[in-house]
């Protein structure tokens, strides 16, 4: 393995993936770097180490000078420079040095669902925790554009006093946006000019996107927000009176790349400014932890109390796709919300009555007795291959088509379409640039008779619908990574879901919002698909629960989410994946889909302490010095190494094997304030799958006391049927039961075969 840190994020439906940069052999050898010292040799003259590494740097001597990017005060002990391959040769030999990184590029990756999350501003999460009053959450994104509604400070109480961050431009803060800061260093060192016509060398967002996640997270209340008359209704963040901090690490620049080394300060300053929360809609590829700038930022947050939710990414639905897998991190999967966007089609016959299809169309328009033209008896012409229609015959018609064709509809002059395809979920709203209706091939029987059997069929058609309580829903999203997680498989990963698909939130007001023709309409609020939608829903969640919890852990918090999630949609059935359109599993949906309100009183949760981390690393084969990188500690002790950490789920690897044999150790603390019973209930399938706990029941004395208990895991995936990907073995719940109360504690145990183990 090289010693290179690759940092690829992925492109939009919105999370980081690497691609390799060519340089000339001058910029070559004039780069930045990311250097990880030992703060233990610093020479006692030195006050601080800031001025230690500037005094290594200004004595590396060369034609061109050792520039300082940034010292590392958190998630690091170090810092980044730009430097010639002589001054890092130079460097690396010096008393006190650790390991180098090279600073690679990478790209970068709402109205109703907090109703759909079960929210009610008068009863249960939201009014207990203040609707997050006082929580500080940080946004790593693109920026944020101040002047939007969702940003009003209106009902905003003071800053918090304990707050130490700042804003770097002027009248961009109030009382919600309280922090605003920007890291362009190492960008700007490897010659990524940052755009002066598209974007902004300052938090100002020039995207949207960061926004956007923002807006999710913490955006305050505002009415009639909409897109193009679609998702009309209240738009408001998760948590609407936390505060927000945005660290801007992503740029519009010659390569539209972000750099490691901005990353990395961002989330260094987020620490040091005292934010309660962090959420990252991006990633990097899956390296082995310390050398995942993420990775050991997050662990750095962790150790002081600062919950961290990452997106999963959008690679799926292919197995061991996970990205953001470390255990410290809350990593969150996309599903989609029981809201869909329609239009109506409705025959110029009764007798037919009104067919809902799928629309997302950016005008809200009544078409009325439009002609509907068929080609009806030709193949070709039926289905509206490329170049089969005749301008002549569709001129100002409507185009009906057995199957798509964009194009079709695009060049031959027709007035609008109506598409059959049982694949219209899959479409996103920049998809609809055209006037054009997707029915489901059973709806599309019905206006295919009619314009068979009528003379002269017209139709009328009326976009701009929204259809609120769809099933079934959640669903898994197409795009969602799925696990297990390739470097730390014995984990189960994604360890949420959250909703991801068509979200509406702000947006910067100046950004293309949606696709018209050859023109684009500009918009303050949009709608976006992605697991970079996912992961502020939950670092709002995150934050009422530690609103109401103040001395909950991160883990503490995550316990909670999980161990109260639902595994069954609206239907009552376990969650669907979108593209099977066959049950889930937990590889795809983690524990299940986040319920805030149950999770504010879970009965027990499953804690962690830092050290239950370093256990976890050591028996995962990594070095002392590998370690030291994550923790920044010289001191490192693996005397109780072990790959079971004290995890709300169960996890078991199948490496060129059908059968195994796993023995789990948990520890659960009773957050109720009473003493309570709990009785333990495995559901397993039929065959395949045994499970043994013991004790069978446990007991706590009161808040805080705790038990602990052992699950014995047998699986054999000889008969099993085969899974979608081939990957899932099987699956089981273990839930603890209240006696003679109310709480249930779930916990899924998982198989999974082999993928490329670290």
């Given at each position: 393995?090289?010693?290179?840190m690759?940092?690829?994020?992925?492109?939009?439906i919105?999370?980081?993936?690497?691609?390799?940069?060519?340089?000339?052999s001058?910029?070559?050898?004039y780069?930045?770097?990311?250097?990880?010292?030992?703060?233990?040799?610093?020479?006692?003259?030195?006050s601080?180490?800031?001025?230690?590494?500037?005094?290594l740097?200004?004595?590396?001597?060369?034609?061109?000078?050792?520039?300082?990017?940034?010292?590392?005060?958190?998630?690091?002990?170090?810092?980044?420079a730009?430097?010639?391959?002589?001054?890092?040769e130079?460097?690396?030999?010096?008393?006190?040095?650790?390991?180098t990184?090279?600073?690679?590029?990478?790209?970068?990756?709402?109205?109703?669902?907090?109703?759909?999350?079960?929210?009610?501003?008068?009863?249960?999460?939201?009014?207990?925790?203040?609707?997050?009053?006082?929580?500080?959450?940080?946004?790593?994104?693109?920026?944020?554009?101040?002047?939007?509604?969702?940003?009003?400070?209106?009902?905003?109480?003071?800053?918090?006093?304990?707050?130490?961050?700042?804003?770097?431009?002027?009248?961009?803060?109030?009382?919600?946006?309280?922090?605003?800061?920007?890291?362009?260093?190492?960008?700007?060192?490897?010659?990524?000019?940052?755009?002066?016509?598209?974007?902004?060398?300052?938090?100002?967002?020039?995207?949207?996107?960061?926004?956007?996640?923002?807006?999710?997270?913490?955006?305050?209340?505002?009415?009639?927000?909409?897109?193009?008359?679609y998702?009309?209704?209240?738009?408001?963040?998760?948590?609407?009176?936390?505060?927000?901090?945005?660290?801007?690490?992503?740029?519009?620049?010659?390569?539209?790349?972000?750099?490691?080394?901005?990353?990395?300060?961002?989330?260094?300053?987020?620490?040091e400014?005292?934010?309660?929360?962090?959420?990252?809609?991006?990633?990097?590829i899956?390296?082995?932890?310390?050398?995942?700038?993420?990775?050991?930022?997050?662990?750095?947050?962790?150790?002081k109390?600062?919950?961290?939710?990452?997106?999963?990414g959008?690679?799926?639905p292919?197995?061991?796709?996970?990205?953001?897998g470390?255990?410290?991190?809350?990593?969150?999967?996309?599903?989609?919300?029981?809201?869909?966007?329609?239009a109506?089609v409705?025959?110029?016959?009764?007798?037919?009555?009104?067919?809902?299809?799928?629309?997302?169309?950016?005008?809200?328009?009544?078409?009325?007795?439009?002609?509907?033209?068929?080609?009806?008896?030709?193949?070709?012409?039926?289905?509206c291959?490329?170049?089969?229609?005749?301008?002549?015959?569709?001129?100002?018609?409507?185009?009906?088509?057995d199957?798509?064709?964009?194009?079709?509809?695009?060049?031959?002059?027709?007035?609008?379409?109506?598409?059959?395809?049982?694949?219209?979920?899959?479409?996103?709203?920049?998809?609809?640039?055209?006037?054009?209706?997707?029915?489901?091939?059973?709806?599309?029987?019905?206006?295919?008779?009619?314009?068979?059997?009528?003379?002269?069929?017209?139709?009328?058609?009326?976009?701009?619908?929204?259809?609120?309580?769809?099933?079934?829903?959640?669903?898994?999203?197409?795009?969602?990574?799925?696990?297990?997680?390739?470097?730390?498989?014995?984990?189960?990963?994604?360890?949420?879901?959250?909703?991801?698909?068509?979200?509406?939130?702000?947006?910067?007001?100046?950004?293309?919002?949606?696709?018209?023709?050859?023109?684009?309409?500009?918009?303050?609020?949009?709608?976006?698909?992605?697991?970079?939608?996912?992961?502020?829903?939950?670092?709002?969640?995150?934050?009422?629960?530690?609103?109401?919890?103040?001395?909950?852990?991160?883990?503490?918090?995550?316990?909670?989410?999980?161990?109260?999630?639902?595994?069954?949609?609206?239907?009552?059935?376990?969650?669907?994946d979108?593209?099977?359109?066959?049950?889930?599993?937990?590889?795809?949906?983690?524990?299940?889909?986040?319920?805030?309100?149950?999770?504010?009183?879970?009965?027990l949760?499953?804690?962690?302490q830092?050290?239950?981390?370093?256990?976890?690393?050591?028996?995962?084969?990594?070095?002392?010095?590998?370690?030291?990188?994550?923790?920044?500690?010289?001191?490192?002790?693996?005397?109780?190494?072990?790959?079971?950490?004290?995890y709300?789920?169960?996890?078991?690897?199948?490496?060129?094997?059908?059968?195994?044999?796993?023995?789990?150790?948990?520890?659960?603390?009773?957050?109720?304030?009473?003493?309570?019973?709990?009785?333990?209930v495995?559901?397993?399938?039929?065959?395949?799958?045994?499970?043994?706990?013991?004790?069978?029941?446990?007991?706590?004395e009161g808040?805080?006391?705790?038990?602990?208990?052992?699950?014995?895991?047998?699986?054999?995936?000889?008969?099993?049927?085969?899974?979608?990907?081939?990957?899932?073995g099987?699956?089981?719940?273990?839930?603890?039961y209240?006696?003679?109360g109310?709480?249930?504690?779930?916990?899924?145990?998982?198989?999974?075969?082999?993928?490329?183990?670290p």
């Open positions: 393995m090289t010693q290179s690759n940092l690829r994020f992925f492109f939009f919105f999370t980081l993936t690497v691609i390799p940069i060519t340089r000339s001058s910029s070559d050898d780069q930045p770097y990311i250097v990880l010292m030992d703060k233990s040799m610093m020479p006692s003259p030195f601080n180490h800031h001025n230690w590494y500037t005094s740097l200004s004595s590396l001597s060369d034609e061109e000078p050792a520039k300082h990017l940034y010292t590392y005060n958190h998630v690091m002990d170090g810092f980044s730009v430097l010639t391959k002589s001054q890092l130079r460097l690396e030999k010096m008393s006190g040095h650790l390991v990184f090279e600073d690679q590029l990478g790209q970068l990756h709402t109205t109703h669902t907090p109703k759909f999350l079960g929210l009610r501003k008068h009863a249960g999460l939201w009014p207990i925790s203040g609707f997050g009053e006082d929580m500080i959450i940080g946004i790593l994104d693109t920026g944020i554009w101040p002047e939007s509604e969702s940003f009003i400070d209106k009902g905003m109480s003071d800053v918090p006093s304990r707050w130490r961050g700042a804003c770097e431009a002027e009248n961009f803060c109030n009382k919600k946006i309280i922090g605003a800061r920007s890291f362009s260093q190492g960008m700007k060192h490897r010659k990524e000019n940052i755009s002066t016509t598209d974007d902004y060398d300052s938090p100002r967002d020039y995207e949207g996107h960061g926004t956007h996640t923002s807006s999710t997270a913490a955006g305050n209340r505002v009415q009639s927000a909409d897109y193009f008359g998702a009309k209704g209240t738009a408001t963040g998760m948590a609407p009176k936390a505060l927000l901090a945005m660290y801007k690490v992503i740029f519009l620049d010659n390569s539209y790349d972000a750099a490691a080394s901005d990353t990395l300060a961002g989330m260094d300053q987020a620490i400014d005292g934010v309660d929360l962090m959420s990252l809609s991006l990633g990097f899956e390296t082995r932890f310390y050398r995942n700038p993420i990775a050991i930022g997050a662990f750095a947050a962790m150790e109390g600062i919950f961290v939710s990452c997106s999963a959008n690679a799926g292919h197995p061991y796709t996970m990205l953001n470390a255990p410290w991190i809350t990593t969150v999967g996309a599903g989609t919300i029981d809201r869909d966007f329609a109506y409705t025959p110029d016959d009764e007798n037919y009555g009104t067919l809902i299809g799928k629309s997302v169309f950016p005008q809200n328009l009544l078409i009325e007795r439009v002609p509907i033209y068929y080609g009806y008896g030709n193949k070709s012409k039926g289905a291959h490329d170049g089969s229609l005749d301008p002549k015959d569709v001129q100002g018609k409507y185009i009906f088509c199957g798509m064709s964009q194009t079709e509809l695009e060049t031959s002059g027709a007035a609008g379409a109506i598409f059959i395809s049982d694949d219209s979920n899959f479409l996103r709203p920049k998809d609809f640039n055209l006037p054009y209706v997707v029915l489901k091939p059973k709806v599309g029987d019905l206006s295919k008779k009619y314009i068979i059997n009528t003379k002269n069929a017209s139709i009328s058609v009326k976009y701009g619908e929204t259809l609120l309580g769809v099933k079934p829903a959640p669903q898994v999203a197409y795009f969602s990574s799925r696990g297990p997680d390739t470097r730390s498989p014995w984990i189960l990963k994604p360890d949420l879901l959250a909703p991801g698909v068509y979200i509406l939130a702000a947006w910067a007001p100046n950004r293309k919002s949606a696709p018209i023709g050859d023109d684009y309409l500009l918009s303050d609020y949009k709608l976006v698909s992605g697991t970079s939608m996912a992961s502020p829903h939950v670092v709002g969640i995150a934050s009422l629960l530690k609103s109401t919890h103040r001395d909950w852990s991160p883990a503490a918090i995550r316990s909670a989410m999980m161990t109260t999630a639902d595994i069954l949609d609206n239907n009552r059935s376990i969650i669907m979108m593209t099977s359109r066959e049950q889930g599993t937990p590889l795809d949906y983690g524990a299940g889909h986040v319920n805030p309100n149950k999770a504010m009183d879970p009965g949760v499953y804690d962690i830092p050290q239950d981390y370093i256990d976890y690393l050591c028996a995962m084969n990594y070095t002392k010095h590998q370690i030291q990188i994550i923790r920044k500690k010289s001191e490192i002790n693996c005397e109780n190494a072990t790959l079971d950490l004290n709300p789920s169960f996890m078991l690897i199948l490496n060129n094997t059908n059968t195994t044999r796993s023995t789990f150790q948990r520890v659960l603390t009773n957050v109720k304030k009473s003493s309570s019973w709990y009785r333990a495995v559901d397993t399938p039929p065959k395949g799958m045994n499970v043994v706990v013991k004790p069978s029941t446990i007991f706590f808040k805080y006391s705790t038990a602990k208990f052992e699950v014995i895991v047998d699986v054999d995936i000889t008969d099993a049927p085969p899974a979608y990907y081939g990957y899932f099987n699956c089981g719940y273990l839930s603890w209240e006696v003679n109310t709480h249930v504690v779930r916990s899924p145990i998982v198989s999974a075969t082999a993928g490329r183990l």
